[in-house]
């Protein structure tokens, strides 16, 4: 009998490559040879060429595009659609990324079906003889890593944050696409009296926070939300982004999605600078092993300066200036 793992994604341009990280990683962890892993992206346009042949290099036993007009920014359609696909393809589990909004779907999803959600995972153990999901999750600040088991469920749903890398084990398989038609009678029915007004961003900068080589992280450290331009100004300059610690978030300075840590995003880059980081441990678990670590903060005793390469005693703000002035002047002649 095939053990099947169901993987439901939502089509974004400048996502989709983050895919071959995701399905390597749960195919290494899943070692049964009957296992069978369906990937279903969910797209409201048709999806671009490059991504197709893209998708044919995915380690899934099936991929499907699942189109539709009604697939939008409300999550209705999306639960309708992967509802009856689950039906359909009788899952053992439903594994997908800790995507904010995928999330708030499949949290929908797994109550329909009475079952257990396991979500912010960063791994999982398969037992081969029970076929059973043990889930490790940080906990206490990041100090230990909880065993989360989905128990008196049919199907295990889960979200893991998983880090992303350069390049994957994978055999390179030209594999078939398949695209279909999302016309379920619920998605018209829930669809057609919803109509989107207006979309309000919080800010609508280009910040691949999970793919940069560069990060500019900064914390409480630099004082006033008006001194997070500079955070912008000096990752555009180094070609990064920008990532905080959640009390930026909590305050309302920045959108979630910027938020790095155990409650925010699982990022790998080379260099992260962190500007005003106090270091906590929840945050700290969430960057990864950067080759380099530089560390501003006006309390030398800052717990950033124990795994900083370089640390500053100074006022990040200013430390911030003073980079973006110098990095300027040494590419003005490149």
């Not at 995915?58 to 920014?73: G, R």
């Not at 990022?267 to 500007?275: D, N, R, T």
């Amino acid at each position: 009998m095939e053990h099947v793992i169901f993987v439901p994604a939502i089509y974004r341009v400048d996502e989709i490559s983050q895919l071959a990280s995701f399905l390597s990683f749960i195919e290494g962890r899943i070692t049964v040879k009957d296992k069978k892993i369906v990937l279903y992206l969910y797209s409201n346009r048709k999806v671009e060429d490059k991504d197709i042949n893209y998708l044919k290099t995915l380690p899934a036993n099936q991929i499907v595009v699942s189109k539709s007009e009604h697939f939008s920014d409300w999550e209705q359609p999306y639960i309708e659609a992967i509802t009856q696909h689950i039906k359909t393809i009788k899952p053992h589990a439903v594994i997908s990324t800790s995507d904010e909004f995928i999330k708030s779907i499949l949290a929908r999803v797994a109550a329909r079906f009475s079952c257990g959600f396991a979500v912010d995972c960063t791994d999982f153990i398969f037992d081969e003889v029970t076929q059973n999901y043990i889930f490790l999750k940080p906990a206490y600040a990041g100090n230990i890593n909880a065993k989360i088991s989905v128990k008196n469920s049919s199907i295990v749903f889960a979200t893991l944050k998983i880090k992303n890398v350069a390049e994957c084990s994978f055999e390179n398989v030209d594999r078939k696409v398949e695209i279909i038609e999302s016309l379920f009678e619920e998605l018209k029915l829930f669809s057609g009296n919803i109509k989107i007004i207006e979309k309000n961003l919080a800010q609508n900068i280009d910040n691949k926070l999970e793919s940069a080589k560069i990060v500019i992280g900064v914390g409480r450290g630099i004082k006033d939300k008006e001194n997070l331009k500079y955070a912008f100004e000096l990752a555009n300059i180094l070609n990064g982004a920008v990532g905080v610690t959640r009390p930026l978030v909590d305050m309302g300075w920045v959108d979630r999605e910027y938020q790095i840590g155990q409650s925010g995003k699982i990022i790998s880059p080379q260099i992260y600078f962190a500007f005003g980081v106090s270091g906590a441990a929840h945050h700290i678990c969430g960057i990864g092993s950067p080759k380099l670590i530089i560390a501003v903060n006006r309390n030398k005793d800052a717990q950033i300066f124990k795994i900083a390469h370089y640390g500053i005693v100074a006022d990040a703000t200013s430390v911030m200036k003073s980079f973006i002035k110098a990095f300027k002047n040494r590419l003005k002649g490149c």
